[in-house]
Structures are given as C-alpha cells and as structure tokens.
T-cell receptor
Framework: EADIYQTPRYLVIGTGKKITLECSQT?????MYWYQQDPGMELHLIHY???????EKGDLSSESTVSRIRTEHFPLTLESARPSHTSQYLC????????????FGSGTQLSVL | EDKVVQSPLSLVVHEGDTVTLNCSYE??????LLWYKQEKKAPTFLFML????IEKKSGRLSSILDKKELFSILNITATQTGDSAVYLC???????????FGAGTTVTVRA
C-alpha cells in the first residue's frame, strides 16, 4: 500500500491569495512529481524532483513553485492564486530504479474564486 | 513530443460484459507502458508492460503490448460495478523518468 499523503483534499480560496499544497511520502522515494489534471483531460506534469535540492519544471508551464528540502516532503506553492489555477493537483513518487511505476496521493481539488 | 491517445473516451456497459480499452502511443526511446485505474481519487497502478506480445494478467484484467504497431489494449472480463472508473494509459521513455499520460477512458458499469 502506497504511503503518500496530500493536504488539503479540497481548497476554495479567493484570487490573489498565497497557497501551499502539501505532499509527503514515507516510502523513502527519491523521485517526486506534481501533476495537474482537469476533468476529461490528460495528467500534465508541472514539476518534478529527483532528490533533495533538485527541482525541475515539467512539460506544462505553471506559475507555481516547489521545494525539496527533505526527501519525504515536496510542497507546491502558488504566490498569487487566480481562477485559471482551478484544477486538481496530484502528487506522486517513485522508486530510485525509475521503472515508471508511480504512487499517487489522493489529490487536492483547488478552486480559486 | 511524446503522445498517448486512448479510445474510446467513454463507454457504458452492463455487469458481466467484456470491455476492451485501447491505447496508442508515440514516444522516442520507448521504455514501458503503464495502465492505471482512477476512481474519485488517486490513480492506482494496474500493469507495466515492456515486452511486446507478453500478456499481463490480474484477475479479470489483462493487458498486452504491441511494440511494432505502438499500441496496447486493456481487457476487463465479467465486468462489475466496481470496475467503473477512468482508466489511464501512460508511457515512459528510456532515461526519462517522467510519464506521459493519455486523457483516459471513462468506463461505467451498470447493474
């Protein structure tokens, strides 16, 4: 059973607010990822990390930022939320062997009014 | 750019029916193809396929990969209402540990 946790599950905020979506995993995985998913659409990779102090932007341009100070923790921050940021955000991790098998968190559904 | 196309986009079946889902892909330096099941929350891993022609099976679910024609199918036999979900296909390239996902197939199984 995967042990990767995201909080909050749901978040409704006003435009201009700063928010941080939390993601933690207890599996000791080096690789962690943030995906964005809109209804009926593909998961789009927005950030990833291959280890502590390593972060990269994904294929989909995003105004968010991430940090990886500890192996188990990979938070995503939006400095100033806008309605266009409304989406589901999924965090995932994978083992160092890199076989592509991702373990996903339950997601955060973000609504920006 | 890697591309993953799933079909159909959605389908509705009755319990006991068999379902076949399709996934075609274009990826440079293919490494693996993965299937996930997504209910209302986290996608959960079903299969990873790396070799052509070898069927992976788990209970009523099975999947096979054709690397020559660049596609995979996922079969679900004797469907149950609990099989209702979005089924996601993803591909991974060699030396690139990120997955490229398709838009998914929404399967609805009616009692």
């Amino acid at each position: 059973e995967a042990d990767i946790y995201q909080t909050p599950r749901y978040l409704v905020i006003g435009t201009g607010k700063k928010i941080t979506l939390e993601c933690s995993q207890t599996m000791g995985h080096d690789k962690m990822y943030w995906y964005q998913q809109d209804p009926g659409m593909e998961l789009h990779l927005i950030h990833y990390s291959y280890g502590v102090n390593s972060t990269e932007k994904g294929d989909l341009s995003s105004e968010s930022t991430v940090s990886r100070i500890r192996t188990e923790h990979f938070p995503l921050t939006l400095e100033s939320a806008r309605p266009s940021h409304t989406s589901q955000y999924l965090c995932a991790s994978s083992e160092s062997r890199g076989e592509g098998k991702l373990f996903f968190g339950s997601g955060t559904q973000l609504s920006v009014l | 750019e890697d591309k993953v196309v799933q079909s159909p986009l959605s389908l509705v079946v009755h319990e006991g029916d068999t379902v076949t889902l399709n996934c075609s892909y274009e990826v440079t330096n293919f490494r693996s193809l993965l299937w996930y099941k997504q209910e209302k929350k986290a996608p959960t891993f079903l299969f990873m396929l790396t070799s052509s022609g070898i069927e992976k099976k788990s209970g009523r679910l099975s999947s096979i990969l054709d690397k020559k024609e660049l596609f995979s199918i996922l079969n679900i036999t004797a469907t149950q209402t609990g099989d209702s979900a979005v089924y996601l296909c993803a591909v991974e390239a060699i030396n690139d540990y990120k997955l490229s996902f398709g838009a998914g197939t929404t399967v609805t199984v009616r009692a």
